[in-house]
């Protein structure tokens, strides 16, 4: 299974874009990059996904490099709501088709501050 | 509709005592995970259903812990004869496990054990 590398901690301003990078240069070819976040006290929500392409959706924006070895969370407006743990994973093989479970790493401790 | 609901919230037992732990997924969802987080730690994965096939239980620290699924509804995560390191939020989560990338899980509040 491919692993993930993610700093630690990162510091926004509100109304500023966050980008949160994510490392996974072990990646094969037919793993998908998924994020999710935490948000303090609660389960982790899912985000956003990719295999190759840039994505964006109304949460945030996933850019990946073309060589697929690391990738980029943006949330281009951060608000106060949007501190939480943000986790990148890559989605392992599946044992049984359709049920694939989530390895999650240490993730990126993100704040937004006012 | 209502999203994946676990119960109960908060749980605390003595060092030795069973322990069953429940999730209710969404309906209609066929996959169904369990994870652990200790206390600033990131999720880890214990065990999950698909449907009517065998569940991978590679997950599982110890064979204290089992789980059972009622069809593709309830499922009870067990935790037998409890340790102060089974302390850790418990988290449930479904999805539709209809295959390919689109498979968004959907995790539950968790439940905090605190193992005395």
């Known amino acids: 299974d491919a692993k993930t590398t993610q700093p630690p901690s990162m510091d926004c301003a509100e109304g500023r874009a966050a980008n949160l990078p994510c490392n996974h240069s072990?990646?094969?070819?037919?793993?998908?990059v998924y994020w999710y976040r935490q948000i303090h006290s609660q389960g982790p929500q899912y985000i956003i996904h990719?295999?190759?392409n840039n994505e964006t959706n109304e949460m945030a924006s996933l850019i990946i490099t073309e060589d697929r070895k690391s990738s980029t969370l943006i949330l281009p407006h951060a608000t106060l709501r949007d501190t939480a743990v943000y986790y990148c994973i890559v989605r392992v093989a599946a044992v049984y088709q359709g049920a694939q479970k989530l390895v999650f790493g240490q993730g990126t401790r993100l704040t937004i501050n006012p | 509709g209502a999203g994946v609901s676990q119960s109960p919230s908060n749980k605390v037992t003595e060092k030795g005592k069973d322990v069953e732990l429940r999730c209710d997924p969404i309906s209609g969802h066929t996959a169904l995970y369990w994870y652990r987080q200790r206390l600033g730690q990131g999720l880890e994965f214990l065990i999950y259903f698909q449907g009517n096939s065998a569940p991978d239980k590679s997950g599982l620290p110890s064979d204290r812990f089992s789980a059972e699924r009622t069809g593709e509804s309830v499922s009870t995560l067990t935790i037998q004869r409890t340790q102060q390191e089974d302390s850790a939020v418990y988290l449930c989560?479904?999805?539709?496990?209809?295959?390919?990338?689109?498979?968004?899980?959907?995790f539950g509040p968790g439940t905090r054990l605190t193992v005395l």
């Open positions: 072990t990646i094969s070819g037919n793993e998908y």
């Open positions: 989560a479904s999805s539709l496990g209809s295959g390919g990338a689109y498979n968004e899980q959907f």
């Open positions: 990719g295999l190759k």
